[in-house]
């Protein structure tokens, strides 16, 4: 059960290819009925484990393949052979007992291949299934991040049935998967089902209505509190004791001021009572703090696997009580684990429908603006990426914009790129994956400035590899699917220049919070160059490439007016050892000509040595072309190019502004883990005896300030 995910699926996917090519029928039944099954009834006949030393993980998983081989190609000889269904469900209970998630995993999908048009064993089976659900052991307890990733991670194993699942977590949601096909056939019942099985692991927790808002003492209740009255009540009695142990403090110091020694000691001895007693109801109060969070994990998992097997029509009106009654709470609770489950139950549900969406929108925003980097935020990024892929909320009718308590999607996207700053390497490669998709499905409408981030991050290189293996995919198909897309990656590549430009124009107040300490300007250009090559286009770009509209072109103008605006700075020095990679061999004559204009230009305006150089070998190449192609220069062409110089103009001042207007505040700051303002109407906020988890402030390299180099090679 250690083996890679892929590993185990081969091993599943060989034993069947055993049993269902290289043995009968015959064989298959006598293995199961001479050897499996006699081992496995043996245990359940002595009160001790220990013939179940016999029947390993091994065993088990044969025993599952062959009797699905047997339900595939011989149902009439597996039931024969299969034990009845009360001695299925009592091995099931018994490795439920165990711990042995492997082997409860392999017996429930043994179970499972029963006669199921027998109404005798789906019942059967459904309340085995009912138990596993109320009974079976949950821990998610730990506050590491990558730790919780890996638990959430196996919540969404797919191919449940070939995979080998390890954890509680993954066998909840198997038994539930099982429940959602025995009850294929009445698919409105589903969804009931499960609302009474998570009614019934949450029934100790629940408050009576009438006494919601104001607290009734046990004593005068004639019904059994509630694990939340006992624990509020177990918390105003310890406030209690801890006042009167404090007040007597205060007396003994008095008493002691006045050497009255005799009833000091008095008042020692009365606060040591109190403090047994306050230990004591300590130890009650821990107790009944962990039967809270039990009874709430198991509840959460319970509705998480419902709505996830659940369809848009199938949704009870129950499940609105479920987020009033459950999902709220549990954001109130301190444990971020649960918080982290609570809000993923609350985004699947609103998976299921674009109003239910619009309606809880307001949470996400609430948690992403706290900018903390916690499993909660985590799980809220992931749903508020669903939400953008599944429904277009930048469309103009998507948002009713009578309703005060929906959000545009414009904010969330703001929201979204909060949290590419996060020093957690995990949640800025969640985010960037996700900004790569929602381009790709058109979910944004203003691209070239998400493409610049994109390439930063790319070429980073304290970038998280998965973000990179990532982004490399994207960068290269995104530019070979529309003309638009190929034009975009280039304006966005001019933003990458001026983002850089103006952290050295700043003297180290930076507008941007990337290191560009180790970034090779040479490297972006040229990947850039790369995909927006001419005949790379070509020959591969999924439209129709027109040489007039020539990229390749349109950055070397762009360099060319900025170089010649600014010789004496920064973009004087740098840009000219661009220029001179070019390849002008993709220009046409109008192009050749002007460019041989402008380097002619440049070679008299520019006075640092190694730039003139670049120039001048660049002017040499262009004279080679010029003299060939013997055109001369089109002025109304170069009307053109400077109309669109000047578009970029524009569109680079409106970013720059963009980030000096929200450099502080949002887009581009590093990430604090605290939230920016106060929020009104907070939904999760914690009750005086829920001491919020701090986030330690994370030491991450990659958002320490350092001294700037640009690496621009000759």
């Given at each position: 059960?250690?083996l890679p995910e892929d590993m185990q699926?081969?091993?599943?996917?060989?034993?069947?290819?055993?049993?269902?090519?290289?043995?009968?029928?015959?064989?298959?039944s006598?293995?199961?009925e001479?050897?499996?099954f006699?081992?496995?009834?043996e245990?359940?006949?002595t009160?001790?484990?220990?013939?179940?030393?016999r029947?390993?993980?091994?065993?088990?998983?044969?025993?599952?393949?062959?009797?699905?081989?047997?339900?595939?190609?011989?149902?009439?000889?597996?039931?024969?052979?299969?034990?009845?269904?009360?001695?299925?469900?009592q091995l099931v209970?018994?490795?439920?007992?165990?711990?042995?998630t492997l082997?409860?995993?392999?017996?429930?999908?043994?179970a499972?291949?029963c006669d199921?048009g027998e109404?005798?064993?789906?019942?059967?089976?459904?309340?085995?299934?009912?138990?596993i659900c109320?009974?079976?052991p949950?821990?998610?307890n730990?506050?590491?991040?990558?730790e919780?990733l890996q638990?959430s991670k196996?919540?969404n194993?797919?191919?449940?049935?070939?995979?080998?699942?390890e954890s509680s977590?993954?066998i909840l949601?198997?038994?539930i998967?099982?429940?959602k096909h025995?009850l294929k056939?009445?698919?409105?019942?589903?969804?009931?089902?499960m609302i009474e099985?998570i009614?019934?692991?949450?029934?100790?927790?629940?408050?009576?209505?009438?006494?919601?808002?104001?607290?009734?003492?046990?004593?005068?209740?004639q019904?059994?509190?509630?694990?939340?009255?006992?624990k509020?009540?177990l918390?105003?009695k310890l406030?209690?004791l801890d006042?009167?142990?404090?007040a007597?403090?205060n007396?003994?110091?008095?008493?002691i001021?006045?050497s009255?020694y005799?009833?000091?000691?008095?008042v020692?001895?009365?606060?040591?009572?109190?403090l047994?007693?306050?230990?004591?109801?300590?130890?009650?109060l821990?107790?009944?703090?962990?039967?809270?969070k039990?009874?709430?994990?198991?509840?959460?998992?319970?509705?998480?696997e419902?709505?996830?097997?659940?369809?848009?029509?199938e949704?009870?009106?129950e499940v609105s009580e479920?987020?009033?009654?459950?999902?709220y709470?549990?954001l109130?609770?301190?444990?971020?684990s649960?918080?982290?489950l609570?809000?993923?139950?609350l985004g699947?549900?609103?998976?299921?429908?674009?109003?239910?969406?619009?309606?809880?929108?307001?949470?996400f925003?609430?948690?992403?603006?706290?900018?903390?980097?916690t499993?909660?935020?985590?799980?809220a990024l992931?749903?508020?990426?669903?939400?953008?892929?599944l429904?277009d909320?930048?469309?103009?009718d998507?948002?009713e914009e009578?309703?005060e308590m929906?959000?545009?999607?414009?904010c969330l996207?703001?929201r979204l790129?909060?949290?590419?700053e996060?020093?957690?390497p995990?949640?800025?490669?969640?985010?960037?994956?996700?900004l790569?998709?929602m381009i790709?499905?058109?979910r944004?409408?203003?691209?070239?400035?998400?493409?610049a981030?994109?390439?930063?991050?790319?070429?980073?290189?304290?970038?998280?590899?998965?973000?990179?293996?990532?982004?490399?995919?994207?960068?290269t198909?995104?530019?070979?699917?529309?003309?638009e897309n190929a034009?975009?990656?280039?304006?966005?590549?001019?933003?990458?220049?001026?983002?850089?430009?103006?952290?050295?124009d700043?003297?180290?107040?930076?507008?941007?919070?990337?290191?560009f300490?180790?970034?090779?300007?040479?490297r972006i250009?040229s990947?850039?160059?790369?995909?927006l090559d001419?005949?790379?286009?070509k020959?591969?770009a999924?439209f129709a490439?027109?040489?007039e509209n020539n990229?390749?072109?349109?950055?070397?103008?762009?360099?060319?007016?900025?170089?010649?605006?600014h010789?004496?700075?920064?973009?004087?020095?740098?840009y000219?050892?661009?220029?001179?990679?070019a390849?002008l061999?993709?220009?046409?004559?109008a192009?050749?000509?002007?460019?041989?204009?402008?380097?002619y230009?440049?070679?008299?305006?520019?006075?640092?040595?190694?730039?003139?150089?670049?120039i001048?070998?660049?002017?040499?190449?262009?004279n080679?072309l010029?003299?060939?192609?013997?055109?001369?220069?089109?002025s109304?062409f170069?009307?053109?190019c400077?109309?669109?110089?000047?578009?970029?103009?524009?569109a680079l001042?409106r970013?720059?502004q963009?980030?000096?207007?929200?450099?502080?505040?949002t887009?581009?700051?590093?990430?604090?883990?605290e939230p920016?303002e106060e929020?009104?109407?907070d939904?999760i906020?914690?009750?005086?005896?829920?001491?919020?988890?701090?986030?330690k402030?994370?030491?991450?390299?990659?958002?320490?300030?350092?001294?700037?180099?640009?690496?621009?090679?000759n």
């Amino acid at each position: 059960d250690t083996l890679p995910e892929d590993m185990q699926k081969d091993i599943t996917k060989g034993l069947k290819f055993v049993c269902e090519e290289l043995m009968n029928c015959q064989e298959l039944s006598d293995l199961l009925e001479e050897v499996i099954f006699p081992t496995l009834l043996e245990g359940l006949k002595t009160p001790t484990k220990e013939p179940q030393t016999r029947v390993t993980s091994t065993s088990m998983l044969l025993m599952r393949v062959v009797v699905e081989t047997l339900k595939k190609t011989e149902e009439s000889t597996l039931e024969k052979v299969l034990p009845d269904i009360d001695t299925l469900c009592q091995l099931v209970s018994f490795y439920q007992q165990s711990g042995n998630t492997l082997m409860l995993q392999n017996m429930i999908l043994t179970a499972h291949c029963c006669d199921l048009g027998e109404e005798v064993c789906r019942e059967k089976l459904l309340e085995t299934y009912k138990l596993i659900c109320q009974e079976l052991p949950l821990a998610l307890n730990t506050e590491n991040l990558s730790e919780q990733l890996q638990i959430s991670k196996s919540y969404n194993k797919l191919g449940k049935e070939e995979c080998f699942l390890e954890s509680s977590g993954e066998i909840l949601g198997l038994v539930i998967y099982l429940i959602k096909h025995l009850l294929k056939e009445y698919e409105s019942e589903f969804c009931r089902v499960m609302i009474e099985i998570i009614n019934e692991v949450r029934d100790p927790l629940v408050v009576p209505q009438e006494e919601e808002y104001m607290m009734v003492m046990i004593e005068d209740t004639q019904r059994p509190p509630s694990l939340l009255e006992k624990k509020q009540v177990l918390n105003q009695k310890l406030k209690s004791l801890d006042d009167e142990i404090e007040a007597l403090e205060n007396e003994k110091e008095a008493l002691i001021d006045r050497s009255e020694y005799h009833e000091a000691l008095q008042v020692k001895q009365k606060m040591d009572e109190l403090l047994n007693q306050a230990n004591a109801l300590e130890e009650q109060l821990e107790s009944v703090d962990s039967q809270v969070k039990n009874l709430l994990v198991r509840s959460l998992l319970l509705t998480l696997e419902m709505l996830r097997n659940s369809k848009q029509g199938e949704i009870a009106a129950e499940v609105s009580e479920l987020i009033q009654t459950l999902i709220y709470p549990a954001l109130k609770y301190s444990e971020n684990s649960i918080q982290a489950l609570a809000i993923e139950c609350l985004g699947v549900f609103c998976l299921l429908k674009a109003s239910f969406c619009k309606e809880y929108l307001y949470m996400f925003k609430i948690i992403l603006e706290k900018k903390q980097d916690t499993m909660l935020e985590y799980t809220a990024l992931k749903l508020v990426m669903d939400f953008f892929m599944l429904f277009d909320f930048l469309k103009e009718d998507s948002l009713e914009e009578s309703d005060e308590m929906l959000v545009t999607g414009d904010c969330l996207l703001e929201r979204l790129l909060d949290y590419l700053e996060s020093p957690d390497p995990h949640i800025r490669t969640l985010v960037a994956e996700g900004l790569c998709k929602m381009i790709m499905l058109e979910r944004i409408k203003n691209v070239p400035p998400y493409l610049a981030r994109l390439l930063m991050f790319f070429f980073d290189p304290e970038s998280p590899t998965p973000l990179k293996q990532a982004l490399l995919m994207f960068f290269t198909h995104y530019s070979l699917l529309t003309q638009e897309n190929a034009q975009n990656l280039a304006e966005s590549f001019k933003m990458v220049l001026a983002a850089i430009i103006q952290q050295l124009d700043s003297s180290g107040s930076s507008l941007v919070t990337f290191d560009f300490s180790q970034i090779n300007l040479n490297r972006i250009f040229s990947f850039v160059f790369l995909y927006l090559d001419p005949q790379y286009l070509k020959s591969h770009a999924k439209f129709a490439y027109s040489h007039e509209n020539n990229l390749h072109f349109n950055l070397f103008y762009f360099l060319c007016k900025e170089t010649q605006k600014h010789s004496d700075t920064h973009q004087g020095r740098i840009y000219p050892r661009m220029l001179c990679q070019a390849n002008l061999n993709s220009f046409n004559p109008a192009q050749v000509c002007l460019a041989r204009k402008l380097l002619y230009e440049l070679s008299k305006d520019v006075k640092d040595k190694t730039a003139k150089n670049c120039i001048f070998k660049a002017l040499e190449a262009a004279n080679k072309l010029g003299d060939k192609f013997s055109a001369q220069l089109d002025s109304e062409f170069e009307v053109v190019c400077e109309e669109k110089y000047e578009s970029s103009l524009d569109a680079l001042d409106r970013f720059i502004q963009q980030l000096r207007q929200n450099g502080s505040e949002t887009l581009l700051t590093p990430f604090k883990g605290e939230p920016t303002e106060e929020i009104s109407d907070d939904p999760i906020e914690y009750s005086a005896d829920e001491a919020p988890l701090k986030r330690k402030a994370s030491n991450n390299p990659s958002t320490s300030n350092k001294k700037l180099k640009i690496y621009v090679s000759n």
